[in-house]
Nanobody, 122 residues
Framework: QVQLVESGGGLVQTGGSLRLSCTASGRTHSIFDMGWFRQAPGKEREFVAIINWTGDSINYADSVKGRFSVSRDNAKKSVYLQMSSLKPEDTAVYYC???????????????WGQGTQVTVSS
């Protein structure tokens, strides 16, 4: 089993930045591809970013390309999402997830964190 805990969410003004962290415990997380997803009220959970277990393959949703950056530190069992130029439409609960497949589909992920709220005020 893998336990994931997100942190770093909060309230920020339009154009601001936040850095989310996700720390894993349990099984060694370096064997997992790690994804970030988000879910806004009344909307389905959507893919944000993914990083493979070696960190050399990364993909982003079109809506965040150029503004968000994902990275990981396997020694710290952590993955990060640096978010810049935030917009009100980025407001959502952000989740990290661990899976065995490099996928943008939430259904492919085996383990999920509890989520952290990001609110961007206009």
């Amino acid at each position: 089993q893998v336990q994931l805990v997100e942190s770093g969410g909060g309230l920020v003004q339009t154009g601001g930045s936040l850095r989310l962290s996700c720390t894993a415990s349990g099984r060694t997380h370096s064997i997992f591809d790690m994804g970030w997803f988000r879910q806004a009220p009344g909307k389905e959970r959507e893919f944000v970013a993914i990083i493979n277990w070696t960190g050399d393959s990364i993909n982003y949703a079109d809506s965040v390309k150029g503004r968000f950056s994902v990275s990981r530190d396997n020694a710290k069992k952590s993955v990060y999402l640096q978010m810049s130029s935030l917009k009100p439409e980025d407001t959502a609960v952000y989740y990290c997830a661990a899976g065995s497949y490099y996928a943008t589909d939430a259904a492919e992920y085996d383990f999920w964190g509890q989520g952290t709220q990001v609110t961007v005020s206009s």
